[in-house]
């Protein structure tokens, strides 16, 4: 049984602290525009719609006037970004510890993200954990976004899981796993913008230490 376990991880806001780096590339595009920063808590309620989606949010909340087309806006957003995608940003406490702790039982651990492979693999390999994945689903992989189900498909792809377990942060989260019939478990300290009980999560969690420990509770009522 646990070998058909596949435990899937969003990357920002998950597993690491990606908003530094992302506001970053945000402001400078508000500066071409002659338009204020915004901060980082700010633009955190940005993430989670891929960058396109981020830029709209971004624009609309500097009442930009907007000129161009979008995909202009984007281009210079990734410009920006790809340039220093690791400004500030870090791994959240705990995490890798438990990746590889998981790694050690359940093998098949996936990366499902709306960030693009390059920058995604990059940003994982930085913080030396992109040896624990061996699944992935990124946002140009196919074309289609979370909360579509086929990004979670497509990352458990070879695997051919009992079940599927879906870690991440945020409401598209809870609806991919939803969309995809997945246990949903929440890390609290992530990007989510509405409470944990509207979120409704099965499981949730502020500290990744404790993750272990409840996947393999999950395990032991799946086998029951």
Known sequence: ??????????LDGTLVHTAPALAKAGNELLMDLKLPPVSVSTYS????????????????????????????????????????????????????????K?????????????KNEKPARFIL?????????????FGDSLDVLKPD????HHAVKDFNPDR???????????????????TFLLFTEGYRNISVEDLNPEYYFSDFSKLPAIIKAIEKNLIR
């Open 125 to 137: 390999r930085s913080f030396n954990i992109l040896e624990y994945f061996s699944g992935f689903s």
């Open 45 to 100: 309620n940005f993430i989670g719609g891929g960058i396109p989606k981020q830029v709209e949010k971004l624009l609309k909340f500097a009442n930009a006037n907007v000129e161009n087309s979008l995909d202009e806006y984007v281009l210079k957003f990734k410009d920006y970004y790809y340039k220093d995608p690791l400004n500030g940003t870090f791994i959240y406490p705990g995490v890798e510890m438990a990746l590889k």
């Open 102 to 114: 998981l790694k050690k039982i359940y093998k098949n651990l996936v990366i499902c993200t709306q």
């Open 1 to 10: 049984m646990t070998s058909r376990i596949c435990i899937v991880f969003d």
């Open 164 to 182: 599927v377990l879906y870690v991440g942060d945020s409401l598209t989260d809870a609806k991919t796993a939803k969309n995809s019939n997945s």
């Open 149 to 152: 189900p086929r990004m979670v």
